[in-house]
């Protein structure tokens, strides 16, 4: 306890040696409630990043989420997230099984016969038909419409999080909120090269949907690309900043992609404040 401890204080330091670790707060306060932030992702100090510039109020209840096979490559790199960052692992390479599609299901199996049987033609069936005939007939002519069937109901939060399966990457985050931690995600899934985010992945949509109740949060951070770019392994000092936005939150009947290209475009917008 007492080594992880002078070890955050050891990384702290060092943050603010290398990069100034200005944190600048735009749209919200920094307010100790539940949250997901996230934000772009161009090297793997930005985990670094975030976690140095909240308050220590704020850091000891923010998890960030860090790359299992990354982070666990060597002993003094798991050692670090877990006892010093608290990060939530998430393994890129796991996810649950497919099940075959309806698509999949049509398709017939190769000793399966060439053709259906044909059913008999019974007066119920010519009855069926004759009726089906003419309704279609009466809408052609400007009739009524057959009444369209019912949609089924959205899935409440607690369904879609009880559809999460074990093996998907997002069960450690969903059981990070379930426990009432807040948490720092990057929905590019990996690094980008360029001066905006990649389009964000479903993940930040999912999990606004299943915790309703926890505030999303946009970040940007600036210039840390270049304090450790991708490929290297010795920092650089230079001037960084992170910025918080104000919280989005999914609109009613927002539908996944409109939803993450809005919050793409939050995240874009802290560039040049």
Partial sequence: MLLSQMMSLFLLGLV????????????CPPKA???IYFANHQSHADLVMIWAALP?????????IAAKDYWTKSPFRQWITTAVFNAVYVDRQSGAPRTPGPAAAAVAPAD??????VPTATPGLLAEITAAVAEADLAMAGGPDPAPEALPPEPTPEELRAAVQPTDPLAPLVRALESGDS?????EGTRGHGDEPQPFKSGLF???????QVVLVPV???????????????PVPI?????????????PGEERRPFLDRARQAVIALRDI
């Fill in 220 to 234: 940007w951070i600036n210039n840390v690309q270049r304090v450790m770019p991708k490929g290297e392994v010795v």
């Fill in 33 to 35: 409630e539940q949250r």
């Fill in 183 to 187: 948490i720092v995600i990057f929905p």
């Fill in 206 to 212: 999912m999990l606004a949907r299943m915790f309703p």
């Fill in 16 to 27: 603010r040696f290398l990069t100034g670790s200005q944190a600048r707060w735009y749209g």
């Fill in 56 to 64: 220590q109020e704020l850091r000891s209840i923010t998890r960030p």
């Fill in 112 to 117: 399966a016969e060439a053709s259906p049987a």
């Fill in 239 to 251: 001037l960084c900043s992170v910025t918080f936005g104000a919280p989005i939150q999914v609109e």
